[in-house]
């Protein structure tokens, strides 16, 4: 028998109870062993609840009971979730895991000790929820020299622009619905400003390069500032807008990652990634494009991608299963030095101006919007493009990156 105990009975917590509960026939044979969940770790009581008896409020309980294999700390946040998996990892319990705050801050570290211990650390919850994304990279993907990941790693924010792209909502509104349905947090500044897609970015792009690439270097920009007009302009362009998570190799072994809006031509696979869906699609030298898409939040599917790490834990104990991941930094390459496409909406008064400083654009036009219009510019450095763009002054209205 495997024993299990569960960190945090919030949504996710209670997820994975019930996924290895009610799938217990399925999730104990594909372990080899019976899977047993035998403590709930959380502050509060539940009276009432059909498990309130494997309840515990301390995690020395958990520690010292040597019939627990594995441990899913799904509590989130990096101070005792942080201490817990240590603790756990250092007495030889596996951990698997949904926290991707910690994954992204500490993961290089306790894989490390994960493996001094012969023991894991797994986190496939982490990033994409139920989609199948760091394993596939892991297993799948291993004889692959990755050369970008591309991904919309946020529910909620995808959710609001589809929203906005759909019924020609403002952001405010939008937003408003999104936290009525519970997509959205009240304070919802993680997911609009783009920090939880940026973390989900810095563990793929660690898992990319080998190397960590620590999230709070990535440049990363949100949507709070997209208008229901850059959607019009963006239709008459033919494109979407989605937040993107950028990570892409280079020559010299460092990486470009950057979050941020960016219009994406509405043919592309990613455009298609509606509502609360998360699509990453990764990109390897030998294999070209391979596209993941699914349910990148929400109890279930979260807490089956960490039920499966569960199985896996139990089919390797007293054994690492390799997951390359390094301390040393990958290095990140300075964003300004990057080229690409913008596009800029720029008041018609001052269309001469702005054509001239964007030589070799396309300008357009969106219908409603008649008092602006929008240049396609060429491709160029963000440096040489921030220069051109604050030349202009209050002409311009607005600007999203292309995606390339
Ligand atoms: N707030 C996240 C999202 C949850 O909207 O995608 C999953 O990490």
């Given at each position: 028998?495997?024993?299990?105990?569960?960190?945090?009975?919030?949504?996710?917590?209670?997820?994975?109870?019930?996924?290895?509960?009610?799938?217990?026939?399925?999730?104990?044979?594909?372990?080899?062993?019976?899977?047993?969940?035998?403590?709930?770790?959380?502050?509060?009581?539940?009276?009432?609840?059909?498990?309130?008896?494997?309840?515990?409020?301390?995690f020395n309980v958990i520690l010292q009971d040597e019939e627990i294999d594995i441990i899913c700390e799904v509590m989130g946040?990096?101070?005792?979730?942080?201490?817990?998996?240590?603790?756990?990892?250092?007495?030889?319990?596996?951990?698997?895991?949904?926290?991707?705050?910690?994954?992204?801050?500490?993961?290089?570290?306790?894989?490390?000790?994960?493996?001094?211990?012969?023991?894991?650390?797994?986190?496939?919850?982490?990033?994409?929820?139920?989609?199948?994304?760091?394993?596939?990279?892991?297993?799948?993907?291993?004889?692959?020299?990755?050369?970008?990941?591309?991904?919309?790693?946020?529910?909620?924010?995808?959710?609001?622009?589809?929203?906005?792209?759909?019924?020609?909502?403002?952001?405010?509104?939008?937003?408003?619905?999104?936290?009525?349905?519970?997509?959205?947090?009240?304070?919802?500044?993680?997911?609009?400003?783009?920090?939880?897609?940026?973390?989900?970015?810095?563990?793929?792009?660690?898992?990319?390069?080998?190397?960590?690439?620590?999230?709070?270097?990535?440049?990363?920009?949100?949507?709070?500032?997209?208008?229901?007009?850059?959607?019009?302009?963006?239709?008459?362009?033919?494109?979407?807008?989605?937040?993107?998570?950028?990570?892409?190799?280079?020559?010299?072994?460092?990486?470009?990652?950057?979050?941020?809006?960016?219009?994406?031509?509405?043919?592309?696979?990613?455009?298609?990634?509606?509502?609360?869906?998360?699509?990453?699609?990764?990109?390897?030298?030998?294999?070209?494009?391979?596209?993941?898409?699914?349910?990148?939040?929400?109890?279930?599917?979260?807490?089956?991608?960490?039920?499966?790490?569960?199985?896996?834990?139990?089919?390797?104990?007293?054994?690492?299963?390799?997951?390359?991941?390094?301390?040393?930094?990958?290095?990140?390459?300075?964003?300004?030095?990057?080229?690409?496409?913008?596009?800029?909406?720029?008041?018609?008064?001052?269309?001469?101006?702005?054509?001239?400083?964007?030589?070799?654009?396309r300008s357009f036009s969106a219908a409603g919007c008649g008092s602006e219009f929008g240049i396609l510019t060429p491709v160029?450095?963000?440096?040489?493009?921030?220069?051109?763009y604050d030349f202009l002054g209050d002409s311009v209205l607005g600007r999203i990156r292309l995606l390339g």
């Amino acid at each position: 028998m495997i024993n299990v105990a569960v960190l945090g009975y919030g949504t996710v917590g209670s997820g994975v109870v019930e996924v290895l509960e009610e799938n217990n026939a399925q999730v104990s044979s594909r372990a080899g062993e019976r899977i047993c969940v035998k403590y709930i770790l959380d502050l509060r009581d539940f009276p009432g609840d059909p498990y309130e008896a494997k309840i515990v409020h301390d995690f020395n309980v958990i520690l010292q009971d040597e019939e627990i294999d594995i441990i899913c700390e799904v509590m989130g946040g990096t101070g005792a979730a942080y201490q817990f998996t240590k603790q756990s990892l250092e007495s030889g319990r596996s951990v698997c895991t949904s926290n991707k705050e910690l994954v992204a801050k500490h993961g290089a570290e306790l894989l490390e000790l994960a493996a001094r211990h012969s023991c894991n650390y797994m986190f496939e919850a982490s990033v994409g929820g139920g989609i199948p994304v760091i394993r596939p990279m892991n297993n799948a993907l291993t004889a692959e020299k990755i050369l970008a990941v591309t991904g919309i790693l946020n529910g909620t924010t995808n959710y609001i622009l589809t929203k906005m792209d759909r019924e020609g909502a403002e952001y405010d509104d939008a937003l408003k619905h999104a936290q009525e349905l519970g997509y959205a947090e009240r304070n919802p500044e993680a997911d609009v400003e783009g920090y939880d897609a940026c973390r989900k970015l810095a563990i793929l792009s660690s898992l990319m390069t080998g190397k960590n690439v620590d999230s709070e270097k990535i440049y990363t920009e949100g949507i709070s500032g997209i208008t229901s007009a850059d959607f019009s302009f963006a239709r008459a362009a033919g494109m979407s807008i989605k937040l993107l998570a950028l990570g892409q190799s280079r020559e010299d072994g460092s990486v470009t990652a950057i979050v941020a809006p960016f219009l994406v031509p509405e043919e592309h696979p990613l455009a298609m990634v509606k509502d609360v869906f998360n699509g990453i699609l990764i990109t390897g030298n030998m294999l070209g494009d391979a596209m993941f898409y699914g349910r990148g939040a929400g109890k279930l599917p979260t807490a089956s991608a960490v039920a499966a790490d569960v199985v896996d834990c139990a089919r390797h104990k007293g054994k690492t299963v390799s997951c390359v991941w390094s301390r040393e930094e990958a290095g990140l390459a300075d964003i300004s030095e990057t080229e690409r496409a913008f596009f800029v909406r720029v008041k018609e008064c001052a269309r001469r101006e702005a054509e001239a400083v964007f030589q070799g654009g396309r300008s357009f036009s969106a219908a409603g919007c008649g008092s602006e219009f929008g240049i396609l510019t060429p491709v160029m450095k963000e440096s040489q493009f921030r220069e051109k763009y604050d030349f202009l002054g209050d002409s311009v209205l607005g600007r999203i990156r292309l995606l390339g």
